[in-house]
T-cell receptor
Framework: GAVVSQHPSWVICKSGTSVKIECRSL??????MFWYRQFPKQSLMLMAT?????????EQGVEKDKFLINHASLTLSTLTVTSAHPEDSSFYIC????????????FGPGTRLLVL | GDSVTQMEGPVTLSEEAFLTINCTYT??????LFWYVQYPGEGLQLLLK?????DKGSNKGFEATYRKETTSFHLEKGSVQVSDSAVYFC?????????FGTGTSLTVIP
């Protein structure tokens, strides 16, 4: 149980285009989902917290107009990297927290983005 | 503030060696503690967790005990395998916040 999927797993795009990454909780409902970014050989950096039906909460230094987050349902959150640039190339990982107060986060397999 | 401090790596061990990865935490409340594992090119997988003092989490031969007196949650395994090569993250959860350690890379050689 508690499986989180991400799509796509790999994406290569041209500079200036927008890329949408989906995060789905497959067998549970998640009122809260999280988006992380991970640079090579580093820990995860929390970008934003996404709550179903409300605006995402962004961490300091993360541009909300560049990284658009939509948590449209209890099983789906999307991250759109708008006007992507090479410096946005990274590994993006989402996680979901079970509804009902449990604190465990379950992670998706990650999406590797390469902007040319 | 709340935080997690994790033993720095990389760690290289021979197969069947004993593993310890240290993790200590700072928290004002009563956190839950976790170990996650990340295999190359993949996301994070929950390895084990403990939600209160003296709880022991265990999975796949790995163990960690939530010790409030020493604010620690060290990860141990009695006999590592090559397939255990990965990056291990200690994490702490308090209401509405989740903190990760920096990760410890483990390489197990045959």
């Amino acid at each position: 149980g508690a499986v989180v999927s991400q799509h796509p797993s790999w994406v290569i795009c041209k500079s200036g285009t927008s890329v949408k990454i989906e995060c789905r909780s497959l067998d549970f409902q998640a009122t809260t989902m999280f988006w992380y970014r991970q640079f090579p050989k580093q820990s995860l950096m929390l970008m934003a917290t996404s709550n179903e039906g409300s605006k995402a909460t962004y961490e300091q230094g993360v541009e909300k107009d560049k990284f658009l987050i939509n948590h449209a349902s209890l099983t789906l959150s999307t991250l759109t990297v708008t006007s992507a640039h090479p410096e946005d190339s990274s590994f993006y990982i989402c996680s979901a927290r079970l509804s009902g107060g449990a604190q465990t986060q379950y992670f998706g397999p990650g999406t590797r983005l390469l902007v040319l | 503030g709340d935080s997690v401090t994790q033993m720095e790596g990389p760690v290289t061990l021979s197969e069947e060696a004993f593993l310890t990865i240290n993790c200590t935490y700072t928290a004002t409340g009563y956190p839950s503690l976790f170990w996650y594992v990340q295999y190359p090119g993949e996301g994070l997988q929950l390895l084990l967790k403990a939600t209160k003092a003296d709880d022991k989490g265990s999975n796949k031969g790995f163990e960690a005990t939530y010790r409030k007196e020493t604010t620690s949650f060290h990860l141990e395994k009695g006999s590592v395998q090559v397939s255990d090569s990965a990056v291990y993250f200690c994490a702490l959860s308090v209401p509405n916040q989740f903190y990760f350690g920096t990760g410890t890379s483990l390489t197990v050689i045959p």
